[in-house]
């Protein structure tokens, strides 16, 4: 077995990612679970379909209902693995939400809403990961970013705002962390189908404009992220700092 190969296994490693019912997050869910990671999923709701498949993997799994916004429950989360699991690896923060509404009339409700959960979780989630992982030798944080981490969108003033500072976050985390042996990057997914995405795919000009942009020429689908969120979690990535990697089908290229 190569080097790259025996550094990319999670055996005995356990992970903790938020908003993984369906898409994404139970993507990358999974796709940690066949590199051997034991998993926690954070939600509003029992995530029984992610269950189901991460110990058909033949992994631990715990699911954690909670409210992501709540500072006090950022700890609570961690608390709660290492008593389930026995520990705190990996950190995927996936969750958030989106607020749709022309700037003009975007109202404080929507701003705090969408910056609660993706970007203040995301801090304060990964400040209590890290006091954990510390002391244990390292972790790695991944975050999940977005196109609009590079572009300005529109109508999505809040959501491009926690994405954008998503980015910077990223960054300044793996500056104060990096020393520490924790590595915290970040992956960007370009139009992924998805049930967020339903309407845009059932929109036939919309559709037809988006991929017309995408040098692959199809959408995305969540498992497509599975393979950098391994990368990232694994030891083949112990070099890699403050990245952001666009998993998008070559948008940001074009």
Not at 153 to 164: E, L, Q
């Amino acid at each position: 077995m190569s080097d790259v190969a025996e550094r990319l296994p999670l055996a005995g490693r356990i992970a903790v990612v938020t908003g993984a019912n369906s898409g994404i997050g139970q993507a990358i869910a999974v796709a940690l679970a066949a590199a051997g990671a034991d998993i926690t999923v954070v939600g509003r709701t029992a995530a029984d379909e992610t269950a189901a498949r991460v110990r058909g993997e033949g992994c631990r799994f715990l699911s954690i209902e909670a409210e992501l916004g709540p500072v006090a429950g950022c700890a609570a989360i961690v608390e709660k693995t290492c008593a389930g699991l026995g520990g705190i690896d990996i950190l995927v923060n996936n969750a958030g939400t989106i607020r749709r509404r022309e700037a003009l009339e975007f109202s404080e409700a929507d701003w705090d809403s969408v910056m609660d959960v993706n970007l203040k979780t995301v801090f304060f989630l990964s400040q209590a990961a890290a006091r954990h992982m510390i002391p244990r030798g390292g972790g790695k944080i991944i975050n999940i970013a977005s196109m609009l981490s590079f572009q300005g969108g529109v109508r999505v003033a809040s959501y491009t705002a926690s994405k954008s500072g998503m980015a910077g976050l990223t960054r300044l985390l793996a500056n104060e962390w990096a020393a520490k042996g924790i590595n915290v990057n970040a992956i960007a997914p370009g139009y992924i189908a998805t049930r967020n995405t339903d309407a845009l795919r059932h929109d036939e000009a919309r559709n037809r404009e988006i991929l017309g942009r995408i040098p692959a020429a199809r959408w995305g689908v969540p498992e497509d992220l599975g393979g950098a969120a391994v990368f990232l979690a694994s030891r083949a990535s112990d070099y890699v700092h403050g990245a952001i990697i666009p998993v998008d089908g070559g948008w940001l290229a074009r």
